[in-house]
């Protein structure tokens, strides 16, 4: 068992590694370095965008970006020759004999409010489409987003008792290495199993503590009102993030399916039309594999796309519903690094590419 300290050490480490990845890279794409790498172009994967608001325990601040970041992302990728694409539209764009560039393709995942207020006026401001890929249960205030919820119990604790899936176990989370080692460990047991059980132990805890992990998410994530304004504007779409966000490799197969199906009736009570688009929830190999891939085409949509990492190459017209994505990482908020995310090399040698 490795204390706290260890598992912020290797937190720092491993964070320094990527950062150093990045830095060499991005030298390489500015160089010219592999220039075939890039492929057809990404899709670029966003959770929260929103001004930085430093916080001392803040384990999911990758999943946020600041507007200007983006901003200054979508401005990068066109003077590099990007050419924005809906994912609607991304397998006739690939089909095209000649495009005019690698495509930029950008999604938004959960459907943050802070998606409407900061991160629609830069897409809209450069005429870049976008989807948002929606939950219904956290539309409908019918299920917690466990991480948020999670942060919010941490912090307040100086002990964290919980069942994570064995049995009782308290850790300690006086300190920062603490919290963060407690987040670490209930990430863990909830990365690759069905989840609802430890996430239900999850939301009872936090309401004996006074947080209301409804309430989290009625703050944090557009209603059906909200949803449907932003889906009548022009460059936008919405699409299936099934129900419960749950992990569907790790659920029953009626259950799955369940979870597709009335996840794309709740876009269409929304917008009026089925949704073409899927994004599995987490969305790596653990959360969606050939079982969840088959399911989404018999299921009526157009593609469906994953979390692994990768570009869009020759190989991905035939992978319509195992698609990859890159994360914009709030952890790495630099231009030269999207360029270099952006670029394909590190990807090349990846199964994922």
């Avoid at 608001?53 to 990007?82: C, M, N, W």
């Avoid at 969305?283 to 050939?290: M, N, S």
């Avoid at 190459?313 to 360029?339: H, M």
Wanted: charged share 25%.
């Amino acid at each position: 068992m490795h204390g706290p300290h260890t598992v912020a050490a290797r937190r720092m480490a491993k964070r320094a590694a990527i950062q150093g990845g990045l830095e060499a890279v991005s030298m390489l794409a500015r160089a010219g370095v592999m220039r075939g790498a890039r492929g057809m172009g990404a899709i670029f994967t966003l959770h929260h965008v929103r001004p930085a608001t430093p916080k001392q325990f803040d384990p999911v601040a990758h999943l946020s970006v600041t507007p200007e970041f983006l901003d200054a992302s979508i401005r990068r990728l066109k003077d590099e020759g990007y050419v924005p694409v809906a994912l609607e539209d991304l397998a006739s764009f690939l089909a095209l004999p000649e495009r005019p560039g690698p495509a930029m393709v950008f999604t938004l995942d959960d459907g943050y409010r802070d998606n409407d207020e900061y991160a629609c006026p830069v897409f809209e401001r450069h005429g870049v489409p976008y989807t948002i890929f929606v939950s219904g249960g956290f539309v409908d205030r019918t299920h917690s987003i466990w991480w948020e919820t999670a942060e919010q119990l941490i912090a307040k604790l100086d002990e964290f008792v919980f069942d994570f899936g064995t049995g009782e176990k308290a850790s300690p989370t006086r300190t920062m290495a603490e919290k963060y080692a407690a987040f670490d460990m209930l990430h863990k047991s909830l990365a690759c199993t069905e989840q609802q059980e430890i996430i239900a132990r999850l939301d009872l805890q936090a309401k004996d503590a006074g947080i209301c992990p409804i309430d989290i998410v009625d703050r944090q994530v557009m209603n059906e009102e909200e949803l449907r304004a932003i889906a009548e504007r022009p460059l936008s779409h919405l699409g299936a993030h099934t129900i419960g966000h749950v992990n569907l490799a790790h659920s029953p197969e009626a259950l799955m399916r369940e979870e597709i199906t009335r996840s794309a009736a709740r876009v269409a009570d929304i917008t009026g039309e089925t949704p073409k688009t899927l994004a599995y929830p987490y969305g790596d190999r653990c959360a969606a594999g050939p079982r969840e891939y088959a399911a989404a085409e018999e299921l009526g949509f157009e593609l469906a796309v994953t979390t692994n990492p990768g570009v869009l190459n020759e190989r991905s017209a035939g992978l319509r519903f195992a698609l990859p994505r890159i994360s914009l990482n709030g952890y790495y908020q630099r231009g030269r690094y999207v360029d270099a995310l952006a670029s394909g090399i590190p990807f090349a040698f990846s199964r994922s590419a």
